[in-house]
């Protein structure tokens, strides 16, 4: 687990976290009326957690996001492994797999129902409750 000291929260850090607790409020109120766009804002919030809790953590990816000029989906992949061994929280892994689960198979498919996103929800709300925790102790 990381020190607070190791972690550093830039303004683009609290942008993410603001973006991800935006992407999650929209994404529980169109479970039941819209469960395709509901997967994916839900998605949209797991990314963006990552990248606050990646540049938070000051991490190489993190770094390479903003040399390049973005993020691509090798990089978060590799992000969403640095972030959970640096807070030492392996579920973060299978967090992000519900998330991806979510878009492709929630939006990109349009196989879930509006139950199977429900029941995926606390997963997504997870991740952005670990990003706003660790933000708040700063």
Same mark, same amino acid.
């Given at each position: 687990?990381?020190?607070?000291?190791?972690?550093?929260?830039?303004?683009?850090?609290?942008?993410?976290?603001?973006?991800?607790?935006?992407?999650?409020?929209?994404?529980?109120?169109?479970?039941?009326?819209?469960?395709?766009?509901?997967?994916? *804002?839900?998605?949209?919030?797991?990314?963006?957690?990552?990248?606050?809790?990646?540049?938070?953590?000051?991490?190489?990816?993190?770094?390479?996001?903003?040399?390049?000029?973005?993020?691509? @989906?090798?990089?978060?992949?590799?992000?969403?492994?640095?972030?959970?061994?640096?807070?030492?929280?392996?579920?973060?892994?299978?967090?992000?797999?519900?998330?991806? *689960?979510?878009?492709?198979?929630?939006?990109?498919?349009? *196989?879930?129902? @509006?139950?199977?996103?429900?029941?995926?929800?606390?997963?997504?709300?997870?991740?952005?409750?670990?990003? *706003?925790?660790?933000?708040?102790?700063?």
């Amino acid at each position: 687990m990381c020190s607070n000291t190791d972690i550093e929260l830039p303004g683009e850090v609290l942008k993410h976290i603001e973006i991800a607790e935006k992407f999650l409020v929209e994404g529980r109120e169109l479970i039941d009326k819209d469960p395709v766009q509901a997967s994916e *804002k839900l998605y949209k919030a797991a990314e963006e957690t990552i990248k606050a809790l990646a540049t938070a953590l000051n991490l190489p990816e993190a770094r390479r996001a903003i040399e390049s000029g973005g993020w691509w @989906s090798k990089l978060l992949e590799k992000a969403i492994q640095s972030v959970a061994k640096a807070l030492g929280v392996k579920e973060f892994i299978l967090w992000w797999d519900v998330a991806f *689960k979510l878009h492709v198979k929630g939006f990109h498919e349009a *196989k879930l129902s @509006s139950e199977d996103v429900k029941e995926r929800y606390e997963y997504i709300e997870a991740m952005v409750n670990l990003a *706003k925790r660790i933000s708040q102790k700063q």
